[in-house]
């Protein structure tokens, strides 16, 4: 596989730059809906694994003040865990030397919030 002339690859930027004019809307980051002050909507912000006082499962800070870790990874999907093993594999890092952080409260990144009833599990696997 060669690289693209110059010419080419300036002429495939105009075109992305024309599509993207196209997107932008004069309204901004104001077009997007914060679902979590959204009373219609705030159900959906809701995390299926907090308790009822809003507060999670009691588990150790990973990093206590003034602490450090080498590499923090943001995002707790498929992609971020991929990223850490690939980083282990190729750069010997170790696993305690990552933290992710996720607005959600555990592994799955998009996927967290999709779950199966308790029921379904237990009768699965149970």
């Known amino acids: 596989m060669g690289s693209l002339p110059m010419e080419d690859f300036t002429e495939v930027q105009k075109k992305y730059e024309s599509e993207r004019a196209k997107r ?48 923090l990874v943001v995002g707790s999907g498929f992609g971020a ?10 750069a010997g890092f170790e696993a305690t030397d990552f933290i992710f952080v996720d607005s959600a409260w555990g592994f799955g990144g998009t996927w967290y919030w999709n ?8 009768t699965l696997f149970g």
């Open 81 to 90: 865990m991929l990223y850490a093993v690939r980083l282990i594999e190729i």
């Open 115 to 122: 779950r199966y009833p308790v029921w379904t599990r237990m």
């Open 24 to 71: 932008l809307r004069p309204d901004g980051m104001a077009q997007y809906l914060d679902i979590g002050n959204d009373e219609k909507y705030r159900h959906f912000a809701a995390d299926p694994l907090a308790t009822t006082d809003n507060k999670y499962v009691s588990q150790p800070l990973p990093v206590l003040d003034r602490g450090h870790s080498k590499v």
